[in-house]
């Protein structure tokens, strides 16, 4: 069983930053691309960033200069740092993970988040 927990949401004023966290736990192999997407009310879920196993990344052309993503393989961990955050920014975000679990097979599955809100306002 796998699972993701993400943590850092919250409220901030613009010109502020946060930053996300998420954590795959259980029974893992390996874990190959991870990334963060949003959802604004409204509007359709978005990519903001994603990053593979050896650190090459990508943004949104929304958050390209104010966000960045990273991990840490060793805690099976990914990271949003947000900067200069814009009340456009409000969203709940999700992280994801393409995970391989060994259940006899190797299988590879995409996990996602439950969803964190970030608030941006004054």
């Known amino acids: 069983q796998v699972h993701m927990v993400e943590s850092g949401g919250g409220l901030v004023q613009p010109g502020g930053s946060l930053t996300l966290s998420c954590e795959v736990a259980?029974?893992?192999?390996?874990?190959?691309?991870m990334g963060w997407y949003r959802q604004a009310p409204g509007k359709q879920r978005e990519a903001v960033a994603d990053?593979?196993?050896?650190?090459?990344?990508n943004y949104g052309n929304s958050v390209k200069g104010r966000f960045t993503i990273s991990r840490d393989n060793a805690k099976n961990t990914v990271y949003l740092r947000m900067n200069g955050l814009k009340p456009e920014d409000t969203a709940v975000y999700y992280c994801?993970?393409?995970?391989?679990?060994?259940?006899?097979?190797?299988?590879?599955?995409?996990?996602w988040g439950q969803g964190i809100q970030v608030t941006v306002t004054t």
């Open positions: 994801n993970a393409e995970v391989e679990v060994d259940d006899g097979l190797i299988t590879r599955i995409l996990y």
């Open positions: 259980g029974r893992i192999w390996n874990i190959n691309d």
């Open positions: 990053i593979t196993t050896s650190g090459i990344t």
